[in-house]
């Protein structure tokens, strides 16, 4: 069999892009939740969080936010009701 020195136009054909982790292009917050990383459908729809964060379900995002809120909660310091241990005496 003798094989052609030219190649077919579809042979010529670049392949696609293949997108891994590294790929810093926009669309790959969109590739998967965010939460549970079930693959995000084109067909879907997609539930968004701060911006860029993508989730495949009201439920997924929901948890995000409910992690979020208990962060910011242990992350605030305690506030006291009355006056301040360090206000000067008069006397």
Known sequence: VETSPHLTSAAMKSPAPVRSISDHRPSYFLDCCYLCRRALESNADIYMYRGNTA?????????????????????????????????????
């Open 55 to 91: 989730f495949c379900s009201e439920e997924c995002r929901q948890e995000e936010m409910d992690r979020d809120e208990a962060k910011s909660c242990r992350r605030k310091p305690a506030r006291h009701s009355g006056g301040s241990s360090t206000a000067p005496v008069k006397g």
